[in-house]
Structure formats: C-alpha cells, structure tokens
C-alpha cells in the first residue's frame, strides 16, 4: 500500500477513535442535531483548510487565511447593508480582492525573497486593521434580509447542510487540480524539491504565487460563509485564529510543512478530527480552559505517531 | 633529519564498501618540511587527508606523531594532538569579529565571563604571525576568501598546530592571493611547522614542496624529492596506466548549433568562454575542482541569472535565469547534486521521469496518466531502467538508476542539446557504461551533448572534442585526434600553456 493512502487510513482511524470514544461517553453526540453542526463547522473550516494546504504543499505558510476570512466576512453584510450592493457584485469584488492580495504575498515571497511567515504574519495584522476600519468597528449582520443568500450556509438540501455540499465541489476541484491537472503536478514538484524542478523548467516562481492567490480565495469564500452562518460579525474577533486550525488540520492531514506532499481527502478528514475535539470537549463537559490543550494534544499525539511509523518503514525498507 | 618524524603513517588503508580508497601506505612529514600530495581526481588524497585529520578512521595501520601512536576518535582529538586543516571549502562564522572566530570554543574565561581583552590579545599576536592586513575586530563577513584562509591559519596557530593540512588552499584565490599564500606557507615552514600540502597546481607544487608523493588509484606511485622533481615527471607518474588510445569516430560534418560568446561566470568574473558546437557532437569541459566547468554548464544552460555574455541555439538567444525558456528551446540539463538539484523524493520512477514533460503541448492543461506512462516506459527502456521499477519511490534507487533516471527524464522530448554535469559520479562501473553507451546513441542520432567530467576515462571515451579549463580561463581547446591523459593534464594544470 503506498504512504499516501496509509497515511489517510492512519487519520481516519483517529477519527473513528475520537468519534467512537466521545458516543461512548455521550450519547447526544450521534443525535442529528449534532451531527448536522459538525459537519456544517467541518465544512466551513474544510474551506480554509484547503487554502493553507495549497499553501504548504509548496513549502511556505499563510498566517494571514484568519485575518483575510475576517476581511471578507465583515465586509460582505457592510457592502449589502451599508451600501446595498447586489449580492453577486459584492461576493465577486471581494473575491478578486483577496485573490489580488494573494497575488502580492506571492510577489513578495518569489520575487523579493522574503519569508512566507513574516509576509503573511504582517498581512494577518494588516488585513486585521483594515477591517475593523472599515466597518467603523461596528458589530454588523445581515438582519432579516437577504435569507435567500444565507441559507448558502444555514439551507440544506435533502437533509444535507448546503456548506457540505459547496465543501464537496471545492475538494473535488482542487483534488483534481492536484492530481490531474499540469499545474497541480508542478505545485507538489515545487514544494518536494525547488531546485530539481526548476532545472526541469517548471515555472516554479508562478506556482508559489499561485498557491497564495488560490489560499486567499478559498480564505475569502470561507470568510464569507462563515459570516452568512453566523449573522452577526464582530469585526475586531471574527476569523480570528482561524488560520490556526486550518494549519492544524492540513498538517494533521498529512501535509508536510517541509512542503511537497498532502491529499485533499486527508485535510478534509483532519479537519472533521479538529471539529469532533472541539464538540466533544462541550459535550462531554469538559471544562473550556482546557479545548485549545486538548485540541493541541491529539495533534501532537498525531504527528507524532505519523513520524514514528514513517521511520518504522523506512528502517524496514532499508533491509 | 633526526629524531621520529612529526608525522608518521605506516600502512594506513581505508575503503568505502568495495573500493579500496587508500591501499596500505607509508608517509612522512618532518617538521619544517613541506611534503605535497598530487594525484588526478579520485587517486585518494582526499581520504588520505581525512585520515589524517580524524575526520575517517583508517581500516588498518597507525598513525604517529612525534613518535607517539594515535587513534583519533574524531577531528577534536586530531585538532588536540596538534593537526590542523585547512578545508577547500573555507567556512567560518560569519556573524562575529576575527577575534571572536580564533577564540570560538576555547573562550578565555574567568569564571563564567570570557575575558575578551585576552581573547583579542592573542588574536593579534597570531594574525601577525600570519601577515594578516587586516586587525582583530573585523567583522567576518568583510574578509575576502583569502583573508578568511589567513584567519583560519591564525586559528591554527593560536591552537599550537604542529602539522598544517591544507587541501587545495589557493584553489578559490586570486593570483595575487595565491601568491601570499605561498609566502606565508614558507615563513611557516621556516618557523619549523610541518605541512601536507594538497594541489593540482603543479607550479606551486613545484615551488614549496620538500618532497611530493604522487598517489593513482589509491596507492603511491612515485615519490620525488625537491631536486628530482619536474613537471613532466609528476604528470607522468600522476597519469602513469595506458588507458587505450580514443577511437575515432566519424563525426559528419553537420552546422552550427551553439554558439557561446563572451561568457562570464560569478565565480570567474575576469575571464571570458567562447566556443561553438555542431550538431550530433560530444564535447567535454575538462579542468580540476574550481576551474569554472560547472559555472559555465549552468550558464550555457540559463540556470542563473548572473552572467555576462551570450548563448544562442540555432541563432535563438536563450534567456539568462529562465530553465522554461531554455528547456522549450531544446535544452536540457543534468546537474551533479543528485539529492539537491534533480531526484524528487518520495515521489514515484514514474512520475520522476515525467517531471520534464509534465506538459504534453505548449499551453496544455490537463495531464494524460495514460501518455505519461507510456513515456515512462519508452525512456525506461531506452535508458536501461527495469520496468518493475516504474512505481517504487525515487529516492530508494541505487546512485546509478537515480543517475539514469534524471538523463531519461528528458527523452520524452528528444533535446537538442544535452548538458551534463558528471554525468556518472559516484555510480558502478556497469550503469556508467550503459550510460555512455546511450549518450553516444543520442549524439549518433543527432543530440549535441556537452557535459563536464573529472573522470579522465570519460571524457577519452566519449569527447569529440575537449575544452580544458584553468581557473576560470579557456586553456586549450583538444581535436579527438590529439586528445590523450597528458596534453589534458599539462593543460589542466597549468603546467603549460597550450
């Protein structure tokens, strides 16, 4: 069996683990009503995940997915309450505006060098400010109107919560950006090995930038149904450590920040392993203070576990 | 001279796996005494100066000093008895004073605190003695190579070295450099140090060394004292087997592919490369470490941005720093750093030989698995990779296949031209031949290949013609016809002009 596939049965066991584990404790955790809101949660944060992990697979990281998710999410209700724009108009200009500051933190990183985490750690204070300016730091939400565009996040159809289904047609398409398309195949080189590939004459400059442009987009779609899910955006705190998890579960999820490797299917299962954690430490009454520990435990335990099996085939390959 | 010797090696022998490295060998350097090391690549006077500095162990035999047996658990306890190299390579802390990097892990303390003041004290004391030009606290990171040479010989020198190993000290320096170098090594020797000294540099050799041992393949061919010692005669002992004689080969006369004028590397800034090559022809860059052969294959290639000059391909001009543009244009490129520059880890044989060919057609984009295995299995075969190696991980390849692998990868295309940087470096004698059995294939059905080698068998074998480099500089261009071991060394080594 390869490691790729390994490696997702390996996360998927620990979720089964951690699902099993919590409904032995606590029966409400398979009631439907439960159920639904992980996935909702797992579906929205899957978004996010999904851009950090582009990103990774390249071998850099965005800090800024957070902050940027905040940007858009606050603006979309300032853009159609203050300014009645028309829904589409403002959820187009937001995107093309994330995908344009995706753009510049790939210039920065390919063209002048700098490093990816202090870019996109001045974008996550920047885009931070720039939204709490905006907006006049005013709590705002889309009220009663516009129930036809949020039930993009609350609506569901068969029974199935929309954001799944919007979740589903993004992996798909980056899954078959990575595995099927020229592209794709050139990202993975590039984060597995800069120099070799671009010896090979692969364009490697234009596909770090392009993992930063696709990272914010993902990011601002995601802010966006985040803010349509809640309806009530503060913006100094909303995204706020999003860009957190999401690392956390592209990392979870088998993508190696020394960039190069990771599958769609494994961010998608480690972000559910994340949003299971955090239902079960509610369900199971565990006290609050301790979910960023608890959280932070499992993906140690992991990564760590992932690394000692990896070393446990190579020490048997090696005789 | 009386008394034990400073140094004493009596049969000291290493191998690497199979190959013997260094067969059993005796050796001698006496205090005050210069004793150079020649050899052409690969005759073991790198492993000899490892032994020496407890960088390896040896298999079999003892290493003395002052009479006294000793076994190095590694380069501390060489550098405690009193041995110190100087490596090809400089390297030294750059983020800290000239003073700081002689007293680096011997700080003078009083207690907990360093006592800097006597750290710079000595410091000045023995970069005096070196004639260095520049003062204690100078950062690091202004000195020029030379200069950090001299700053590592202080270092030795403030550690009491006896004995001075240095591989290659003026390979990276200028003449005028170089020249001090020299000048230091005989005031050091005039104060009664003992110095192994390593060059391919036959005039210098000739210059300072007391005594020359001349290594081929791993074992001591000749031995000269300073008044025996001449340049034809070290060339012949360092080349000393009769390797068969070229075959020709009738080379069609076919046009002009590549034309490169005016090339300046980074690394050798005041001198310039010109040369053309025919289509279906096989050139070699020759010359010793240093001399600019791997600069220039990656310039002619566009691989870095830095460089002056020009490179056309069928009179297209190819962009300095864009590998795209110049793969599109019929380039390809085999670099020497297997693991850096060319294997994708963890990433299939399959997929590592689609790597240049990701792109079925300009402008495409959407890969075919089905066309990508196909050409997998088409260059597999052409270069001698087994099929049922297809789907394993790259990185889990012998040296020779990865080898094989990163040649093949540019098949799918068919190059125009192929650049190779050791092409078989490191790898067995039976994927070398395979190797050069498919680049004479290549070049008969009309694929110029220019690729750089120390390998003197190689580049017999394979080169039409031969540009032989001396630090930095076009020494001489050979025809296949008056190619042969000496001319290519003399001209190497600067021994003459051509």
């Known amino acids: 069996m390869n490691p790729e596939r390994q490696r997702i049965l390996g996360i998927f066991g620990l979720l089964v683990m951690v699902v099993g584990i919590t409904a032995a404790l606590n029966p409400d955790f398979l009631g439907a009503y439960n159920l639904g809101n992980i996935l909702r949660w797992t579906a929205l944060f899957g978004v996010l995940s999904l851009g950090a992990a582009l990103v990774i697979m390249t071998g850099g990281i965005d800090l800024s997915l957070g902050s940027m998710a905040g940007l858009a999410g606050a603006l979309l209700p300032w853009l159609l309450r203050v300014h009645g724009w028309p829904a589409w108009a403002a959820m187009m200009l937001l995107l093309a505006g994330c995908a344009l500051l995706g753009l510049l933190h790939g210039v920065l990183v390919t063209r002048l060098r700098l490093a990816p985490f202090v870019v996109t750690l001045c974008g996550l204070l920047i885009y931070r400010g720039a939204a709490r300016t905006i907006t006049s730091e005013q709590v705002i939400g889309y009220g009663v109107e516009h129930e036809q565009l949020r039930l993009l996040a609350t609506g569901s159809v068969f029974g199935i919560p929309a954001p799944l289904l919007l979740l589903v047609g993004v992996a798909l398409l980056t899954h078959l950006f990575l595995a099927r398309s020229v592209a794709g195949r050139w990202l993975l080189a590039t984060g597995r090995n800069p120099a070799a590939a671009r010896l090979c004459g692969v364009p490697t400059n234009s596909m770090i930038t392009l993992a930063y442009v696709l990272c914010a987009m993902l990011a601002g779609l995601g802010g966006m149904l985040f803010s349509l899910d809640l309806n009530s955006v503060t913006p100094a705190q909303f995204g706020q450590s999003y860009e957190l998890y999401a690392i956390a579960a592209a990392v979870l999820g088998g993508c190696s920040l020394r960039g190069g490797e990771g599958t769609v299917l494994g961010v998608l299962i480690g972000t559910a392993v994340i949003r299971v954690l955090y239902n079960a430490t509610n369900l199971l009454g565990i006290p609050t203070q301790l979910e960023f520990a608890i959280i932070g435990g499992v993906i140690l335990l992991g990564v760590t576990a992932d690394e000692l099996l990896r070393r446990l085939r190579q020490s048997r390959s090696a005789l | ?498």
């Open chain 2, 1 to 498: 001279m009386n008394g034990p010797a400073l140094l004493n090696l009596r049969g000291v022998a290493r191998s690497f796996g199979a190959v013997q490295a260094l067969k059993p060998l005796d050796l001698e350097v006496h205090a005050g005494e210069v004793h150079a090391i020649v050899g052409e690549n690969g005759a073991g006077k790198s492993t000899l100066l490892k032994l020496v500095a407890g960088v390896l162990r040896p298999d079999a035999g003892v290493i003395s000093i002052h009479g006294q047996t000793q076994r190095f658990s590694g380069p501390k306890a060489a550098r405690r008895a009193g041995i110190a190299l100087l490596p090809q390579e400089v390297e030294v802390p750059e983020n800290m004073t000239a003073a700081d990097c002689i007293a680096l892990g011997r700080e003078k303390r009083g207690g907990w605190w360093r006592q800097r003041r006597a750290e710079v004290a000595e410091a000045q004391r023995v970069l005096a003695l070196v004639h260095a030009q520049f003062a204690a606290d100078t950062p690091v990171e202004q000195l020029s190579i030379g200069a950090r040479q001299q700053l590592l010989l202080a270092r030795a020198l403030a550690e009491d070295a006896k004995l001075l190993v240095l591989d290659e000290p003026t390979s990276a320096l200028s003449a005028r450099e170089a020249e001090q170098l020299m000048l230091l090594v005989e005031s050091l020797r005039a104060r009664g140090a003992g110095i192994l000294f390593i060059s391919h540099r036959l005039p210098e050799v000739l210059r300072l060394a007391d005594r020359v041992t001349v290594l081929r393949d791993g074992e001591r061919v000749a031995e000269f004292a300073r008044a025996t010692c001449s340049a034809a005669g070290l060339v012949a002992a360092m080349v000393g087997r009769n390797l068969p004689a070229p075959q020709t080969r009738a080379l069609a006369q076919h046009d002009t592919l590549l034309q490169v004028r005016g090339l300046r590397t980074a690394a050798h800034a005041a001198h310039s490369v010109d040369f053309d090559m025919k289509r279906g022809e096989i050139v070699a860059l020759s010359g010793l470490v240093g001399s600019g052969r791997t600069e220039i294959l990656r310039s002619v290639f566009g691989a870095d941005m830095s460089r002056a000059g020009n490179v056309a391909i069928n009179g297209v001009t190819i962009v300095p720093g864009s590998p795209l543009h110049s793969t599109r244009a019929g380039f390809a490129f085999v670099p020497e750093d297997r693991r850096a520059d060319g294997i994708f880890d963890g990433f299939s044989v399959e997929n590592n030989l689609g790597m240049s060919s990701v792109q079925s057609s300009a402008g495409a984009w959407w890969r075919s698995p089905a066309r990508e295995r196909q050409n997998a299995q088409r260059v597999a075969a052409d270069a001698g990779i087994a099929a049922t190696r297809l789907a394993v991980a790259a990185e889990t390849l012998s040296g020779g296949n990865q080898q094989k692998v990163m040649l093949a990868r540019w098949l799918t295309k068919s190059p125009t031209l192929l650049l190779l940087d050791e092409p078989t470096r490191g790898i067995d004698v039976a994927a070398r031949a395979e190797i050069h059995a498919l680049l004479l294939r290549l070049a008969a059905a009309g694929t110029s290949v220019l690729f750089a080698s120390s390998e003197m068998e190689e580049v017999l074998h394979l080169a039409d013609r031969v540009l032989v480099l001396h630090e930095g500089r076009l020494a001489g261009t050979l025809e296949r016809a008056d190619l042969n071991e000496e001319r290519l060394l003399a001209l190497a080594t600067g021994a003459h002009a051509a």
